[in-house]
């Protein structure tokens, strides 16, 4: 089931991916960070939440936040199944921290890059997708849709 997903990527609904952008954009330049909604594949709402982190430049989602996400994600007959957070001045990829602060092997990771440079690849330069597991990050193809 995992693998399948894996294989042929997930879809993010535009919805979900406007809600990412704004919140990394509010919060810019500190990271922001949150949840992601989804079934079978897709993810379906962004769930925004309070970065703990005193450091501008890591995030720690709050775990009543973390709580709130999965209550309303059940609400909606719908999972938890990521989380996201900005990158406002690197990249769309995970840095040495978040692989080794990724706890959840289940979750997708997102991470949403506000450096100018990452808007002139589109949405694929903006937004990446990744399974980070016991130190090692596999990319994940994201489509918007
Ligand atoms: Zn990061």
Redesign the pocket.
Known sequence: MVREIEDSGMVVLREAFDTILQHAESESPC?CCGLLLGRNGKIESAFPARNDSQDPSR?RVNPEDHFSAIHSARALDSQVVGVY?S?PNSKAA??A??IAEANYPDYLYV?VSLRSDSFTDGEAGIMGGFWIRDGSVTSVDLRIE
Request: net charge negative; no cysteine; proline share 11%.
């Open positions: 990271e995030y957070h990158h995970p840095s921290t978040d991470i």
